[in-house]
Nanobody, 125 residues
Framework: VQLQASGGGLVQAGGSLRLSCAASGYTFSSYHMGWFRQAPGREREFVAAISWTASGTYYTTSVKGRFTISRENAKNTVYLQMNSLKPEDTAVYYC???????????????????WGQGTQVTVSS
């Protein structure tokens, strides 16, 4: 199983980035997908999740209205469009996969089954 995240970089506050996560080695369309992030000195936190059919999405409060999660099952890829970026969005962003919606959406305890390697997002003020 491999989750390859890409698209991170350095951007000024107010700018945009689009993260991608290409999955392989498992049945992508059968798993919910999510994005998490970890800032220096802080615990990893949930950012956004999308159901396996893309019929449902869920966001942490701080990114609602600015970030959009989407997926293309035909390409085994999940995306995170990040607009109006703020310095507090600076973190390493990880994609993850799990068959349980509660786990991938961060609403129940537990770690997702599969994790990517992370991509750095830095927002300058």
């Amino acid at each position: 199983v491999q989750l390859q995240a890409s698209g991170g970089g350095l951007v000024q506050a107010g700018g945009s980035l689009r993260l991608s996560c290409a999955a392989s080695g498992y049945t992508f369309s059968s798993y919910h997908m999510g994005w998490f992030r970890q800032a220096p000195g802080r615990e990893r936190e949930f950012v956004a999740a999308i159901s396996w059919t893309a019929s449902g999405t869920y966001y942490t409060t701080s990114v609602k209205g600015r970030f959009t999660i989407s997926r293309e099952n035909a390409k085994n890829t999940v995306y995170l469009q990040m607009n109006s970026l703020k310095p507090e969005d600076t973190a390493v962003y990880y994609c993850a996969a799990d068959s349980l919606w509660g786990v991938i959406s961060g609403t129940v305890s537990g770690s997702s089954k599969y994790w990517g390697q992370g991509t750095q997002v830095t927002v300058s003020s």
